[in-house]
C-alpha cells in the first residue's frame, strides 16, 4: 500500500514500499500518458522546471534509499549492492503499475539504468545516458580516462565540510561543483540553488545530505559482477549524453556508441558533468526528440 506524503512544486509524492524499504517517488502528468522513469541519486537531481518542460508525460522521480525522503539506514555502511538498487527501480515502476518505460539515468543513476536496461529488458522501452560510465567507481579500464587531475587532487585536499551546519554544506557543494565542472561557464548561484534543492530533500541522518549531494554511497556499495563487457546485449534504443568539459567521465561515452548496436551520442559544447542543469532547454529538447522517436514502437498502455 502506498500513501501519499505531500505535493510537490509539479507533483505528487508517495512512499512506494520496495522489498524491505519504502521509496519517496515523485509523478507529474497523467498515469495514461507515456511513462518516463529519471534515475539520479534524489528527485531533485533533476529540476522541477525541467520536469514542467516534459508536459504530455507522466515523469517518475525518486529517491534512491539512503537518500531525501525514502528510508535511510546508515549511507556510510550500506547493506546492500548496486544490483538491489536496480531491483528498486523494478519495485517503482511495478509500483506504479507500469509494465515499461522510457528511462533517464544520470551520473551514479546511469550505473541503475544500464543495469535494468541488461538485466530488465521488457521494462526499458529506450535509454538515455547522462554523463555516467560502463564500470563502477574505483579504478577505469586502461582505454577510459580517470577523472581530471584537477578532480583528483581536489579529493585529496578539499577543505572539510561541517556537515552540520547548512552554509559550509552548500559552501562546500559549489566548490566540489566548480572543480567537477571544468567549464568557463561555470554558474556558482545557480550550482548553490541546486545543491539547497537537495539539501532540502535529505533525512536527519548525518550522512543523507553528503550521500545526496556527491553519491558516497556508491564507493561504498558492492557493484561487482563488472556489466561492461555485456554492453552489446542491451537491445533498447539508446541515447548517450555527456558535455565537451566533462572533468568527472571524460569521453567515457564511447564504449556505448561502440558496442551498443545503433546507439547515437550527443555532445553538449561549453557544458560538464550536468549539461540537465547548464543547458536545461537544449537538454530537454535533445531528450524530447529521441524520446518522441522512439514512442511510436512503446506501448502506452501497457500496464501491469
Known amino acids: 500500500m502506498s500513501s501519499a506524503i505531500s505535493r510537490g512544486l509539479v507533483g505528487m509524492e508517495t512512499l512506494l514500499p520496495a522489498g524491505d524499504v519504502e521509496l519517496c517517488v515523485d509523478t507529474v502528468g497523467s498515469p495514461t500518458d507515456i511513462p518516463l522513469l529519471l534515475i539520479g541519486t534524489t528527485v531533485a537531481?533533476?529540476?522541477?522546471e525541467f520536469v514542467e518542460r516534459l508536459a504530455g508525460r507522466f515523469v517518475i522521480r525518486y529517491d534512491l534509499r539512503d537518500t531525501g525522503r525514502s528510508t535511510t539506514v546508515?549511507?556510510?555502511?550500506?547493506?546492500?549492492?548496486?544490483?538491489?538498487?536496480?531491483?528498486?527501480?523494478?519495485?517503482?515502476?511495478?509500483?506504479?503499475?507500469?509494465?515499461r518505460a522510457h528511462v533517464v539515468g544520470i551520473a551514479t543513476g546511469g550505473f541503475i539504468a544500464q543495469l535494468l536496461a541488461l538485466d530488465h529488458p521488457s521494462r526499458v522501452a529506450s535509454l538515455v545516458l547522462v554523463g555516467t560510465r560502463p564500470v563502477a567507481p574505483g579504478a577505469v579500464d586502461d582505454d577510459l580516462p580517470e577523472h581530471s587531475p584537477a578532480i583528483m587532487a581536489y579529493f585529496g585536499s578539499a577543505p572539510p565540510v561541517d556537515w552540520t551546519d547548512r552554509t559550509s554544506i552548500l559552501d562546500g557543494a559549489v566548490a566540489a561543483a566548480r572543480v567537477f565542472s571544468g567549464s568557463p561557464q561555470f554558474d556558482a548561484a545557480e550550482a548553490r540553488v541546486h545543491a539547497a534543492r537537495v539539501?532540502?530533500?535529505?533525512?536527519?541522518?548525518p550522512a543523507s545530505a553528503r550521500n545526496g549531494l556527491i553519491s558516497t554511497v556508491f564507493s561504498k556499495l558492492d557493484c561487482t559482477p563488472r556489466w561492461r563487457e555485456r554492453l552489446p546485449q542491451i537491445t533498447a534504443p539508446t541515447l548517450v549524453i555527456a558535455g565537451e568539459f566533462d572533468e568527472a567521465t571524460p569521453a567515457a561515452w564511447q564504449p556505448y556508441v561502440d558496442h551498443i548496436a545503433g546507439a547515437v551520442s550527443h555532445v553538449f559544447p561549453d557544458t560538464s558533468h550536468c549539461s540537465h542543469l547548464e543547458k536545461p532547454e537544449e537538454f530537454r529538447a535533445v531528450v524530447a526528440d529521441f524520446l518522441a522517436s522512439h514512442d511510436v514502437s512503446h506501448d502506452a498502455s501497457a500496464r501491469i
Open 74 to 99: 546508515d549511507p556510510d555502511s550500506p547493506g546492500y549492492t548496486l544490483r538491489d538498487l536496480v531491483t528498486d527501480a523494478v519495485g517503482v515502476l511495478d509500483g506504479l503499475g507500469i509494465a
Open 199 to 205: 539539501l532540502d530533500r535529505s533525512g536527519p541522518h
Open 45 to 48: 537531481t533533476w529540476d522541477d
